[in-house]
């Protein structure tokens, strides 16, 4: 059961104090989720703990520019193919920025200001009518309050009056609640947004020239060979010896389903492929990682698309031979 669960079940049996503000809601509820540390706002430090600490490799000029943006009070939209690490790179960079865990609001076309600023407790409202007593908060304002950062996960999936609301929120940094009369302001530089988008997606709403001109468009690709290795063995870590060869021909098959696949790989699978293949090693009680290893985890990390096996296999078989 989730936190929020717990609140609903207890306000229902009225273990909740009434006279509760939103503010005091909000540390209540979310408190014990949000991890507090020292903030970050220094590019070159940020760089150093994405990769100590977060296991991320980061361009300098991803995390330059998200900075700059954010010293400007602008939302960062981070655009660019899946696997790339947008969700886990701004995730980390909201967290370092504001010093706080960062919300993720994880976008679908049914989403509204309900699901991310409150709704009344209908139970509550029933007692207490339509106010501050009822309200139950939200994520995007918990962030808020709570001076933290915000992820929006893939939000060209979400309708176009919910990129409205959100981009009049990050604007005027304010939350209005129609229904209580009162406004939430932000209180310091820590609430910040980063969007995630994913333009080659097929069904999704298209960004309006409004969002657009507000946000600040940072393009994500695919990373050079060379450096993704580095972060394959980055993630792997020392759990058993990966020789190098093995890592640059998985790095090279998924270049080639990359430019002939339907679903393409990103650095992201390839992390996963490793890591099963060093899990399949141990298992066996293997000191190193072998060629079989790795081509039996492609087939569970890289079978994505019905009908493309065999596109798979003509690349394993391209880079590892028979």
């Known amino acids: 059961m989730s936190f929020i669960d717990k609140f609903l079940e207890a306000s229902a049996s009225e273990n909740v104090d009434a006279s509760e503000s939103i503010e005091e809601k909000v540390k209540r509820i979310y408190g ?6 020292k903030p970050v706002r220094n590019p070159s430090l940020m760089v150093k703990l994405l990769r100590e600490e977060f296991k991320l490799i980061v361009d300098e000029r991803i995390v330059y520019l998200t900075v700059a943006a954010f010293l400007n009070n602008r939302p960062v939209l981070f655009e660019g193919p899946p696997g790339t690490g947008k969700t886990e790179i701004g995730e980390a960079i909201l967290t370092l920025w504001a010093g706080k865990s ?5 976008c679908s076309n049914n ?6 600023i409150g709704d009344f407790h209908p139970l509550m409202a029933l007692k207490y009518g339509f106010n501050e007593k009822s309200f139950i908060p939200r994520p995007l304002l918990a962030a808020l309050l709570l001076d933290a950062g915000v992820l929006v996960d893939e939000i060209r999936r979400s309708s176009e009056e919910f ?17 209580l009369k009162k406004v939430f302001y932000a209180k310091g530089i820590g609430f910040q947004v980063i969007f ?8 999704q709403t298209e960004l309006s020239d409004a969002f657009m001109r507000r946000v600040v468009r940072i393009q994500f690709d695919y990373p050079p060979p060379k450096v993704e290795v580095e972060i394959i063995k980055l993630r792997l870590g020392n759990s058993v010896e ?22 393409k790989p990103g650095p ?45 296999d003509e690349a394993l078989r391209r880079v590892f031979g028979d």
């Not at 990129?163 to 229904?179: G, H, T």
């Not at 995630?196 to 069904?203: F, H, L, M, R």
């Not at 890592?247 to 002939?260: D, S």
């Open 102 to 106: 960062a919300f993720i609001l994880p």
């Open 163 to 179: 990129q409205n609301m959100l981009l009049d929120i990050v604007d005027k940094r304010r939350i209005i609640v129609p229904e």
């Open 32 to 37: 014990a989720v949000v991890k507090e540390r």
């Open 268 to 312: 992201a699978d390839t992390v996963l492929w490793a890591q099963i293949a060093a899990k399949m090693a141990t298992l066996k009680g293997l000191k190193r990682v072998d060629k079989n290893s790795v081509i039996e985890a492609a087939t569970v990390v890289l079978y994505k698309r019905v009908g493309e096996e065999e596109l798979v």
């Open 111 to 116: 989403y509204d200001e309900y699901r991310v």
């Open 242 to 263: 990966f020789p190098d060869h093995l890592i640059a021909k998985m790095v090279e098959v998924a270049k080639i389903l990359r430019q002939r696949a339907t679903y």
């Open 196 to 203: 995630t988008s994913n333009p080659e997606d097929i069904g």
